[in-house]
C-alpha cells in the first residue's frame, strides 16, 4: 500500500523488537471469537488511473451538473474567484487539525478570528463562532440557546422558513419539552402575518424568522426584535442566501438576537449539499451561551499578539453533558473557503455582486410576469429568488424544461408543500446570463 | 537593515486582513452586468437596504490575499509536514488522488434538489459507500447524513431513544439513563444529553478497562437506555469484555453505542455489528483519511442493526432495479439531522481512500497503525509512566508523573515536542490519567520518523532532569511563544475593531 511507508521487511524487523511474529499477533487483545477470519468484501486495490476513472464515470452521471439551472432554495451557483480553491489546499491548512496548539497553529487561528470578524460585519452583530455544520443545524442551535437564555421551551417560526431546517430543529428537539408554533405567511404578499405574532407570550424563547425567507421574499423585520422583547422572547434571524449581506440592512440593525446563516454561497460549491458552511453570531452578553468554537487574542510574555480558542469552559471538552453543544469538529476548511472569497471579493466585490443578483433575477422576474398564463404571485420584495405561478402543474412544466430544452427551471414547491402545486421557485444569480435568463423565458412560453 | 528577530521578518509578521486593508484596492472582476438596469429603490427600497456602505470590510488586491494566506499557512504544523500524533485524531495521510476526484466538475456543480434521475452518479456513490462501511461495521444500515462525528453519535443516541419509544411505548419513560465511561470523549455526554438522557458514569478498572462490576451495579439501579462505548476505548485499549458487556446491557433491555472514533485499530479485523454492538458512528475525516481541514469539514455516518434501521434518517438512499432514489417515506425515522443528505464531499473523498486499498490495503493500514503505537509504547515506557500494562492498539497513553517531580508537566512536555519538529500528541485527555498524553502515530509515519519521535521523546524525559526549565520555556523556535490564555478568557477579544492594538502589545 503506496500510502504506509514502511516497507513489509521494515514492518517485520519492528515485529521483532516487540517480540512478535506476525502482524496478526498484535491483535492478541481481541478474542479470537470476534475477530474477522475472512477479507472485506470490497473491491481490490484500485490503482490511480482506475480510481480516477471510476469517479469520473459516476460523475458523468450526474448530467444536472452541467445543465442551466435556476435552482436555489438554499444553495446558490456562484462565481468563486479562482484563487480560494487554490488556497485552501495549501497543506498547511488542510491537513492540519483543530488548533488545539496555538504556537504550531496560528495561520488556522488568525484566519478564524478573521472569519468571526466579516460574520460579524456582515450580519451586524458583535460576536460570531468560528461555525456551524449548516445554516440548518446553525438554526437548531440558535433555538436551543434561546431556550437555555429564557429557559422557555416555546418557539414561534415562521413557517417560510426553509422546510429542511425546520424539519432538522424537530428533531433536535424532539425529545426535549420543546413546543413549535407558526406564523403563516400572507398570500399575497408572501410576507410573515403580522397578525400571526400574538402568539407570542411568557413562554415563547424565541422568535425565529427567515429573510430573505423561503419564497425569496425580503421580510420586513423592522419591529419584531421589540416584539419578541416585550414578552422576554429572543429574536432569531435565518438567512439561506449569504449574498444578500451584501445588500441589505443587517439583522443587527433591526434588533436579532442570534443570526445564523448558511454561507455556502461564500466560494463553496453545491458539492450535492455538503460541506456547507454554517455561521452563527449573536450579542456579546449571549457570548457564554453560545454554541461551538471561538477564537481570540492573547499575547505571549514578550507582548506579541496570538490567537487561541477561548471560552472552552462552555464546550463539550469541559462541561461534558453540562456544554453549550455537542459539537466539536465544525466546517474549519469551508469557513477559511469563505474567509478568502470574502476578502478577495472585498467591500465592493461584495456589494457588486448582490447587486448583480437583485438585477438578473429582478429582470427575469420582470420578464416572466410578462408573459402570458404566468404569474408572480407574491408581491413582496425579492433579492435572488422568486416564486412563479404557471398554468396547470409546476412538476410538469419543470419536467418539460428538462427534457425539452435541458434547462433546469427551478425547484417545484410541490416537494416540500403538496399544495403548491402550481408554483415554482426559481434563483437567477450572477452566473446566470442575459442569454440564459432570455432562453428560459423564450421556453416557458413555448410551454404554456 | 538588520533583521534582528524572526518576527520581524514580513512573512512572519502578516497583520490582520483589516489592518492591511488600503481604501480602493480591488482583487475580482466580475462579467459586467448584462441585462438591463432597474432602479434599485423599485426592487429593494432604501430602507431594506444596508447603511453602512459595508465600512471596515476588507479592500485588497488578489496578491494581498494570496500573500496573506500563504504567509499564514506558514506559521502551521499540518500533515504533510510530518508526524502529527494526536491521539484519537487519526492524522493520517490525505492523499491528493481523494482531493483531485471530490473536484470533479460533476461532482461540485451539482445541486442537492436536481432531479433524481440526473443525479444518479451521486447517489450511486453514496449507496456504494454505504455497502462499504456497512461491510466493514457488520451493521447494515447506514446514513451518511450526519455532517461529523458528534452529529452521528447524538444519530446513534436519538436511534436508540425513538427504537425504545417504538419497543416500550410509555414505558419507555421509565429508561433515560445513559451509561457512559468516565474514560469517554466529552462529545459522549453532551450528545446523550441532546437525546433528554441522565447520564451515568462507569468507571474504569486499573488495567484501563471498563469496570464490569461497576457496569452490573449501575444496569441493577435500573432504567437503563443504554451505553455508550469507545472501543479501542480512550486509552488505545480493546475492551476485550465488549461481548460480555453488550449481553450486561441487552439483558436489562438496552442497547448498546459504540463511538467509532477508534476504529482505525479494528478495520478489516474485527467489526462491531459482531461483537454486539447496536449503533456506531464512524469518522470519515479519522479513520477514513477525509482531511481535518484545521477542524472541519467532518463527515460521521452512523452504522446500525437491522433492527434500529428504520429509525435512520431521512432521506435513505435506495436502489430499485438500476436505479438509485432518495426514499422519504420512513414513517419511524427520526427526522433529519442536517439540510441535505450530508457532507458529501467528504463522502467521495472516503470512497476513494477505500478503493485505494481495497480490503486488504484496508487492513494494511490497521496492522501498521497498531504496530506504529505498539514501536512507540515499547520504546517510551521507560522514559515516561506508561499507566495500564495492557497491551496498546492504535494508540498509547503515557502520563508526566516521572517528570512531575521536577516540576516538568504534559502541557511543558508537548510544547518542547515543538522544538523537536512534531506536533504535540493529545494533552490531559482522557480525564481518568492524570497528566495524559494520548500518542496515535497512525500508519502513515515511517521507522525512521517513529525512530525520530521517540528520540525526541527521550531527550525531553532527559532535560526534565538534568535542566527542566529549557522544557518548561518551551517552545524556543516558534514564531509565538506560550499565550496568556487565561487573560484570553477572562477578557475575550473575539472580533477585530478599527481602534485595535497592533501586532504587539507595550507592557
Redesign the interface.
Known sequence: ?R????SPE??A???K??GLSS?EE??????E????KR????????S?P???A??????????????I?F?G???Y?H?S?T?V?Y?I????????????????????L??I??F???V??LTGM???N??M?????AMAEAVLMAQRITRRQKVLLAKTV?P??I??L???T???DTEIDFIDFDEETGLIKRDDLSQLSEQTACLVVQSPNFFGI?E?L?GLAEEAHSVGALFVVVVTEAISF?????PG?FGADIVVA?AQSFGI???????HLGLFATREKF?RQMPG????????????????L????R?????????T??????????A?AAT?Y????????????A??N???A??AK?KIKELEGYSIPYSG???NEFVVRVPGSAEEILEKL?SEYSI?GG?ALS?YFPEMKSDFLICVT?TN???Q?DNLVHCLKELR | MSIKKV?QHPTQN?P???ERSQKG????R??K??????N?DS???E????????E?????S?VD??R???R??????????GM?P?GS?T?????R?N?????????????????EE?????L??MYRLQQ?LA??TGLPGVSLQP?????G??TGI?LI?AFLDKRDGQASRNRRVMLIPDSA???N????????FT?KTVKSTSEGLTDIEHLKQLCSEGGIAGLMLTNPNTVG??E?N??EICKIIHDVGGLVYMDGANMNAL?????PG??GVDVIHL?L?KTFST?????????GPCCCSAELEPFL?VPRIVKEGDKFKLDFNRPNS?????????????M?RAL?Y????????????T??A???A??IA?HLANAFEKPFN??C?HEVVLSHKKQARKGVHTIDI??RL?DYGF??M?IY?PLIVDGAMLIEPT?????Q?LDAFIDAMKSIAKEAEENPQIVIDA?HT????????A???RK?????KPDM???????
Not at chain 1, 498484535?26 to 478474542?31: D, G
Not at chain 1, 470574502?342 to 455582486?353: A, H, K, P
Not at chain 2, 482531493?99 to 432531479?115: D, W, Y
Not at chain 2, 516558534?478 to 490564555?485: A, K, M
Open positions: 500500500m500510502y504506509i511507508p514502511n521494515e514492518r524487523e519492528m515485529l523488537v516487540l502482524s498484535l491483535f492478541r487483545s481481541i478474542p471469537d470476534i475477530r474477522l477479507p472485506l468484501k470490497i473491491t481490490e486495490p484500485l490511480e482506475e480510481v480516477i471510476l469517479m469520473e464515470n459516476l460523475a458523468s452521471r450526474n448530467s444536472a451538473s452541467q445543465r439551472s435552482l432554495a438554499g444553495v451557483s462565481y474567484p484563487i480553491d488556497l489546499q495549501r497543506s498547511e491548512f488542510f491537513t492540519a487539525y483543530t488548533p488545539y496548539q496555538p504556537e504550531v497553529s496560528q495561520g488556522t488568525q484566519y478570528f478573521e468571526q470578524t466579516l460579524c460585519q458583535e460576536v460570531a468560528a461555525s455544520y449548516d445554516g440548518s443545524t426553509h429542511e431546517y424539519e432538522v424537530r428533531t433536535y424532539k425529545y426535549t425580503i420586513n423592522q451584501g445588500l441589505l440592512k443587517t440593525e448558511e460549491p453545491m458539492s450535492f449539499g455538503g460541506p457570548v468554537r471561538l477564537a481570540g487574542i492573547a499575547y505571549d510574555k514578550h507582548g506579541n499578539r496570538g490567537f487561541v477561548t471560552l472552552a469552559t464546550e463539550q471538552h469541559i462541561r461534558r453533558e453540562k456544554a453543544s455537542n459539537i466539536c469538529t465544525n466546517q474549519s476548511l469551508m477559511l478568502i470574502l476578502e478577495t471579493m472585498g467591500r465592493r466585490g461584495l456589494q457588486e455582486v447587486f448583480q437583485v438585477q438578473k429582478a429582470y420582470r420584495y425579492t433579492f428538462r433546469i425547484l416537494r450572477e446570463t442575459k442569454e435568463i | 518576527r502578516e490582520l486582513i483589516f484596492r480591488i482583487g475580482y466580475l462579467p452586468l448584462d441585462v438591463e438596469e432597474t434599485l426592487v429593494i427600497p430602507d431594506f437596504r444596508r447603511s453602512d456602505d459595508l471596515g470590510f476588507p479592500e485588497v488578489e490575499v494570496v496573506h494566506f500563504t499564514m499557512s506558514t506559521w502551521n504544523y499540518s500533515i504533510d509536514l502529527y494526536l485524531c492524522m493520517k495521510y490525505n492523499s488522488l482531493e483531485k476526484v471530490a473536484r470533479i466538475p460533476g461532482f461540485t456543480n451539482l445541486h442537492p434538489l436536481a432531479p440526473e443525479a444518479q452518479g451521486a450511486e456513490l462499504d461491510e466493514i455532517a461529523a462525528g458528534a452529529q453519535e447524538m436519538l431513544r470523549h466529552g462529545t455526554p453532551a450528545s446523550a444529553q441532546m437525546a433528554g447520564v485499549i480493546f476485550k465488549i461481548k478495520v478489516g479485523v474485527a467489526r459482531d461483537m469518522n475525516h482531511p481535518h481541514g484545521g477542524g472541519g469539514p467532518g463527515s434518517p427520526i427526522g433529519r439531522v442536517k439540510a441535505f443528505y450530508g457532507n458529501f464531499g467528504m467521495i476513494s477505500i478503493y485505494t486499498h481495497g480490503a486488504e490495503g484496508l487492513k494494511e493500514a496492522e501498521a497498531v504496530l506504529n505498539r514501536y515499547h495492557s497491551d492498539m508537548a510544547k515543538i506536533h504535540p493529545t485527555f500508519e502513515s509515519v515511517g521507522k520518523d517552545p516558534t514564531r509565538i511563544g506560550r499565550l496568556d490564555e487573560t484570553a478568557a475575550p477579544v473575539l472580533r477585530w492594538e497592533t501586532m504587539t502589545k507595550t507592557a
